[in-house]
């Protein structure tokens, strides 16, 4: 569902303010099979009454409000494009597009948010995973609006290279930093390296990182280059290495108390 949650949001809000229905329409789908695997996952509906109670001091509580408020407004949005061929504009449609953007933060942020709230797992700690797990949404999201739209990056090539960038250098020096805190953090790096090698490096860094910033920088210097199927490659490289990437974190989490017992 964090996959999801940050691919969803992320390009519904480009879609709102590029005016791309059709975007929005799969942004609004991505956002709810994510609310749907969500319910699944704690078993019974009724469960979200008590997801939703300590919506004062829990991430989880306040994603599990705000995402469906998310939700609610894209469709009342993509409604009134379909059925009236309205598209917000003016005053409104500013105002629709800064409340989009604030939204859009916290659900990219949300999921890094949630799993930094457990102490016991230092590995988690720290402040870098809702950074990581922010930076991996959105250029999940920017990559599969690219490939959705067809919208050139002729002027604007410069954003998705520096969050292409900015994405493993946030990772390494995550890495290098968070195996120094304690000894549940240098097992967990000690797992990624024995057990996750392969899909961390391999399909995490290299494809999901490596491979679209390279895209992303050939198309820079050769503009004249197709842009649509290198796009639709870099989207599905992007998300293959957003799930990877997000798999190992949450796989290799140890707890102090199981190393300390």
Same mark, same amino acid.
């Given at each position: ?203 995490? #860094?290299?494809?999901?990182?490596? +491979? =679209? %910033?390279? /895209?992303? !920088?050939? @198309? *820079?210097? #050769?503009?004249?280059?197709?842009? +649509? =199927? %290198?796009? /639709?490659? !870099?989207? @599905? *490289?992007? #998300?293959?290495?957003?799930?990877? +990437?997000?798999?190992? /974190? ?12």
């Amino acid at each position: 569902t964090f996959v999801l949650e940050g691919l969803g949001a992320t390009l519904f809000f480009l879609s709102l303010l590029m005016d791309h229905l059709g975007g929005m329409i799969a942004g609004v789908l991505v956002l709810m099979a994510s609310g749907i695997l969500l319910i699944m996952h704690l078993g019974n509906p009724r469960n979200m009454i008590y997801v939703l109670a300590n919506i004062r001091h829990s991430w989880m509580s306040r994603g599990a409000a705000l995402i469906p408020l998310f939700i609610g407004l894209g469709v009342v949005i993509v409604g009134a494009s379909l059925l009236f061929g309205l598209s917000p504009s003016g005053g409104f449609g500013t105002a629709l597009i800064v409340l989009f953007a604030l939204l859009t933060i916290f659900i990219v942020l949300k999921s890094g948010l949630v799993m930094s709230t457990f102490p016991a797992i230092s590995f988690w700690t720290g402040g870098w995973i809702p950074m990581i797990f922010a930076l991996s949404g959105l250029t999940s999201g920017l990559t599969v609006f690219l490939a959705f739209s067809g919208w050139s990056l002729a002027e604007y090539s410069w954003v998705l290279i520096s969050l292409l960038a900015l994405l493993p250098i946030v990772v390494a020096t995550y890495l290098m930093t968070i195996k120094e805190s304690d000894a549940a953090a240098k097992v967990s790096i000690e797992l990624i390296n024995k057990n996750h090698f392969d899909v961390f490096y391999g399909l995490a #860094v290299v494809v999901g990182m490596v +491979l =679209p %910033l390279a /895209i992303a !920088m050939y @198309m *820079a210097f #050769v503009p004249s280059t197709p842009e +649509l =199927p %290198l796009f /639709i490659i !870099m989207a @599905m *490289a992007r #998300v293959l290495g957003d799930i990877a +990437l997000r798999d190992v /974190i949450l796989k290799v989490g140890v707890f102090d108390k199981v190393l300390n017992g």
